[in-house]
């Protein structure tokens, strides 16, 4: 299993980015796929999950109406496109396969990208 996030950078506040993961090494359209942030001295969040199909969506509530999720499964890509952007948005963003139940294990199974940067500025 292998992902790869890129698009992070720094911008301002209301800035907008777009975020992508390359997927390989696994049937890419077989699995939920999920979102995480993790902020300097805070935990895990997760962000965002998208169903298999990229049917269903579901975003947490510090996120909403603002970040965008979607998948390309004939490019084995996930995207998250992020906009109106505050500092509480700076944190190093995580591509994982499977759902916001099982974070855990797929950490502990390698199952996360290697995370990609965003910074805010006010």
């Known amino acids: 299993v292998r992902l790869v996030e890129s698009g992070g950078g720094m911008v301002h506040t209301g800035g907008s980015l777009r975020l992508s993961c390359a997927a390989s090494?696994?049937?890419?359209?077989?699995?939920?796929m999920t979102w995480v942030r993790q902020a300097p001295g805070k935990g895990p969040e997760w962000v965002s999950v998208?169903?298999?199909?990229?049917?269903?969506?579901y975003y947490a509530d510090s996120v909403k109406g603002r970040f965008a999720i979607s998948r390309d499964n004939a490019k084995n890509m996930l995207y998250l496109e992020m906009n109106s952007l505050t500092p509480e948005d700076t944190a190093l963003y995580y591509c994982?396969?499977?759902?916001?139940?099982?974070?855990?294990?797929?950490?502990?199974?390698?199952?996360w990208g290697q995370g990609t940067q965003v910074t805010v500025s006010s």
């Open positions: 994982v396969r499977g759902d916001p139940t099982t974070l855990r294990t797929a950490r502990k199974q390698g199952y």
């Open positions: 090494g696994f049937s890419f359209s077989s699995y939920d």
């Open positions: 998208i169903s298999t199909g990229g049917g269903s969506t």
